[in-house]
């Protein structure tokens, strides 16, 4: 099952993370790395980490080390899984005005793109 958390734009990322794992904590029961950008790093959001989903987890922070291009590990997934949602026109730009209509928006585009990779 995948996460999806829609905020307003002023919103907290971290604040948000902390309720995306809150809410899916029995679901991530094997759960043992989180990887991060730079946005997340931090004693505060790593504690609030270990204490929604306990001390075996630990938070990973991926750090860029200079200004040019460089493949780092794990941040391809997600930076591809963007990529996807963005070919859609309706998640290109913010068009919807809820949160709740943008959500089903990339549940749809999600659902889209995992039924034809299965029927390929």
Request: hydrophobic residues 40%; contains cysteine; charged residues 30%.
């Amino acid at each position: 099952m995948v996460g999806v958390l829609v905020t307003e734009a002023n919103a907290s990322e971290r604040l948000g993370a902390v309720v995306v794992l809150h809410e899916a904590h029995e679901r991530l029961s094997r759960l043992e790395v989180i990887y991060v950008d730079q946005g997340y790093s931090g004693p505060n959001f790593a504690g609030a980490v270990r204490q929604v989903c306990g001390d075996a987890v630990r938070v990973e922070v991926i750090k860029r080390s200079d200004k040019s291009f460089e493949v780092l590990p794990k941040r391809w997934i997600v930076e591809r899984t963007f990529g996807w949602l963005n070919r859609y026109r309706r998640l290109s730009k913010d068009y919807e005005v809820y949160t709740d209509s943008s959500e089903a928006m990339i549940y749809g585009a999600l659902i889209r793109l995992m039924l034809r990779r299965k029927a390929a």
